[in-house]
């Protein structure tokens, strides 16, 4: 009887042996975890751009034109309407001057910041900025439109002004606007797919993330990463919240996400995220790509420590 069992027991510990080593090397071949930003860093940066943007905010509230002259760089850039109209600060803040004579009743008020190392977005609210026979005066304070201000800094100052505009200007002004773009990156950063991912890229992207300073030219490095995002957040899916764009022409399109993720306890926690993408001509496919982020989520997610 002995003799009949012994194969049997040499295949039971052969299977033993296979299952160990298959368990050993999964814990070998776990992702590392994404290294965690620092969280004094980020606040020092948020803290800098909010600063800066809340004076500029602050000197337009209060029709402060000496304020914006220490807001503004010498060669500051407004960008809006596709053009630079706007170059230099006597340029600027002559601009300022007549907007805010035309509508003396113009208020704004932040809503939200989302920062890189140089620059980021913030989101105002804004109203009372038309003529009452013009149909967006129907904003006001209780139905504000949301603007979208990419800043550049240098220095402790505004260099570059880039203005876009939520959905419903172009609503508005009956030009339908396509959240495609910013639908579909939702769906393949969600999907665990790196495949997918890269998909929706050119060949040649250029993506870049201004707060991690994780930089991928060409469409191979976006798919790496992708890859290694789907092994640091297992199950993250993103949330697409709003959406705005250059206008008249929508070149670049942005959108707001949350990032599902889990804290370092575990739980679950959302990443606030501003993506701003520009398609290429074909507008089927990412050309460019900046990512910037809401400095309090990221230290509340535990992605800043």
Not at 2 to 20: D, F, S, Y
Not at 91 to 109: E, W
Not at 208 to 226: G, I, P, V
Request: with cysteine; proline share 5%.
């Amino acid at each position: 009887m002995a003799i009949k069992t012994q194969p049997n027991a040499r295949k039971l510990l052969v299977a033993c042996l296979i299952i160990l080593m298959m368990v050993s090397t999964g814990c070998k071949q776990q992702a590392t975890p994404r290294p965690p930003l620092s969280a004094d860093e980020v606040k020092t940066i948020a803290a800098e751009f909010e600063r800066i943007t809340d004076a500029h905010l602050q000197s337009w509230v209060n029709r402060d034109y000496d304020q914006m002259r220490q807001v503004y760089t010498e060669d500051i850039v407004h960008h809006d309407l596709n053009d630079e109209p706007f170059k230099g600060i006597y340029s600027v803040i002559s601009m300022a001057q007549s907007f805010l004579y035309y509508f003396p009743d113009y208020k704004n008020r932040l809503v939200s910041t989302f920062v890189g190392h140089d620059d980021g977005f913030y989101v105002e609210d804004s109203w009372g900025w038309a003529p009452e026979d013009y149909m967006i005066n129907i904003f006001s304070s209780d139905h504000p439109l949301k603007n979208y201000m990419w800043m550049t800094l240098r220095d402790g100052k505004i260099s570059y002004w880039w203005l876009f505009y939520g959905e419903e200007v172009f609503s508005v002004q009956e030009k339908p606007f396509d959240s495609q773009m910013q639908q579909d990156y939702a769906a393949v950063w969600s999907s665990g797919d790196s495949e997918a991912v890269a998909s929706l890229y050119t060949p040649e992207a250029i993506r870049q993330d201004t707060l991690f300073s994780e930089n991928q030219h060409e469409n191979s490095a976006t798919k790496a990463l992708a890859t290694h995002f789907f092994a640091w957040y297992p199950g993250v899916h993103l949330t697409l919240l709003e959406t705005f764009g250059e206008y008249p022409k929508v070149i670049k399109r942005g959108g707001i996400y949350t990032v599902s993720v889990s804290d370092p306890s575990g739980q679950p926690c959302d990443v606030s995220m501003l993506v701003l993408l520009e398609p290429d001509k074909s507008g089927q496919k990412i050309a460019q790509e900046w990512v910037f982020y809401n400095a309090d989520s990221l230290i509340a997610c535990g992605c800043a420590q």
